[in-house]
């Protein structure tokens, strides 16, 4: 079969070798051609854009980071929606929230095309060897359809529901692997001053009660990073488990309800993500939280030094997610400008743009994605604020508040060059390389 992946991140490749492995023709895509590198050398075709990708396949396979750059794949000029999808199947596997998947799949039907989702359970090493777990959402015909591919990827199969469940029970099955590292670390924590061995430590924990699954495959990993060691290769970095813990948090406040302990869960991963650890790997976590007496103290003020940090970081990201230019400003709580950067070939406006997402921030009390939601159902307000701010306000999301782990807030970031979304997940890079916590909404 003749099958499309867009999307080269671990996953995605590990999933793509496994297909050609299993006798599948590829053409893939990726934003940062380089990684196709070495499918292109096992026989796959490199494509210049998702849509070529759509063009040229009968089944593509999407697997992307997060919910804006799933978009970004879907929406726009050479893209998947650009192409004639007539009698073509999509197998979209990202970890987003339901209505993302809900919007794609009635934007694929419009185009001729099926859709279904297949949200995976597992990581790197399970994707390479065939045995993730597959949740699919989707119409029977359209997963019977899909199947036979998928058993080539996963040792186990579930079509759950209409699309958007499988979305759901994705999110499901990873809250409690993300708490459960958190509460080894605290566990790890308590007898720490045992001074055990921590390969005896973490087999006792495994063959309790209390022991999980992946302690089974991890625990190596575990012990070495509790006896000071990196815990390996990253499958499943920090921050992706904080950009999952997010979705859940959202998806829970869509429906009317909280997650209190996958709340708390997130901040203990935010403290690891400042102090530097969000691409370590989630068998990291356990051995961050045991030894975080030993960490330094958290900022308290937005330093020079600090606002540098935070540029320098927006813009790292910027570059490692290969976005367009990237302009960065940060603000002191009284709106005054500490730090500004930006990348070669900015847009001359962009940093009128950046420092009127923080400024709004500062203004409003809360993130600009908020005062974008706020402004769309109160228009006239926002004008008001317009004229009243002398225009220094911009109500789109990138600007984000800045606030020390006790809550105060000390300045807010805004950065200007890409999409919004995407401006908004670097600033929370940048916030959090520099230790502190970011506010996005109310």
Same mark, same amino acid.
């Given at each position: ?38 499918? +292109?050398?096992?026989?796959? %075709?490199?494509?210049? #854009? ?6 040229? @396949?009968?089944?593509?396979? !999407? ?7 799933? =978009? ?17 199947? @999509? ?13 794609? *799949? ?20 399970? *994707? ?9 959402? /989707?119409? !029977? ?18 079509? +759950? ?34 001074? &055990? ?11 309790? #009660? ?28 920090? $921050? ?6 997010? %979705?859940?948090?959202?998806?829970? &406040? #869509? ?31 356990? *051995?961050?939280?045991? #030894? ?15 606002? %540098? ?18 302009? !960065? ?20 406006? &962009? ?6 997402? *923080? ?39 990138? /600007?984000?508040? +800045? ?13 200007? /060059?890409?999409?919004?979304?995407? $401006? ?14 970011? =506010?996005?909404?109310?």
């Amino acid at each position: 079969m003749h099958i499309g992946m867009v999307g080269l991140g671990k996953m995605g490749t590990a999933m793509a070798e496994r297909l050609m492995e299993n006798g599948h023709t590829l053409t893939v895509w990726n934003r940062t051609a380089a990684k196709a590198d070495k499918l +292109v050398a096992a026989g796959a %075709t490199l494509a210049a #854009s998702p849509f070529a990708v759509a063009q040229a @396949v009968d089944v593509i396979i !999407v697997i992307m980071f997060d919910g804006p750059a799933l =978009q970004a794949v879907f929406h726009g000029a050479d893209t998947i929606l650009a192409a004639d999808l007539t009698s073509k199947l @999509v197998i979209e596997m990202s970890t987003v929230r339901p209505e993302i998947e809900q919007e794609l *799949a009635a934007a694929v039907a419009l185009r001729g095309g099926a859709f279904i989702e297949c949200p995976v359970g597992g990581t790197v090493g399970p *994707a390479r060897a065939g045995k993730l777990i597959g949740l699919v959402g /989707g119409s !029977v015909p359209d997963y019977e359809r899909a199947k036979p591919l998928l058993t080539g990827l996963c040792r186990r199969v579930e079509h +759950v529901g209409p699309v958007g469940a499988g979305a759901a029970m994705k999110l499901a099955i990873n809250l409690p692997l993300a708490v459960f590292w958190q509460a080894l670390g605290e566990a790890a924590s308590l007898v720490r001053h045992l001074g &055990r061995d921590p390969a005896w430590l973490v087999e006792l924990f495994a063959d309790s #009660s209390g022991g999980a699954n992946a302690l089974k495959v991890r625990g190596p990993a575990v012990a070495d990073a509790l006896g000071g060691g990196d815990g390996g290769a990253s499958n499943f970095a920090l $921050d992706s488990i904080r950009k999952d813990l997010r %979705t859940m948090l959202e998806e829970a &406040r #869509s429906q009317g309800f909280d997650l209190p302990v996958t709340a708390q869960a997130l901040t203990a991963y935010d403290q690891a993500s400042r102090a530097g650890m969000g691409q370590r790997d989630a068998a990291w976590m356990p *051995a961050f939280w045991a #030894s975080k007496a030993d960490a330094p103290a958290m900022p308290t003020r937005l330093t020079l030094e600090r606002a %540098t940090i935070i540029c320098e970081s927006v813009l790292r990201r910027g570059r490692e997610l290969e976005l367009a230019p990237l302009t !960065v400003a940060v603000l002191d709580a009284g709106g005054h400008l500490v730090a500004f950067q930006r990348e070669d070939n900015s847009g001359i406006m &962009r940093y009128d743009i950046a420092f009127g997402k *923080a400024y709004g921030s500062l203004g409003m009390g809360f993130g600009s994605r908020e005062f974008l939601a706020r402004a769309q159902g109160n228009p006239s307000f926002v004008g008001a604020l317009a004229v009243a701010s002398g225009g220094r306000m911009i109500p789109v999301p990138g /600007g984000v508040l +800045v606030k020390t782990e006790d809550g105060e807030i000390v300045g807010a970031v805004g950065v200007s /060059g890409d999409t919004s979304d995407q $401006d908004e997940v670097c600033v929370l890079a940048g916030i959090a390389a520099a230790g502190f916590v970011a =506010q996005v909404a109310a």
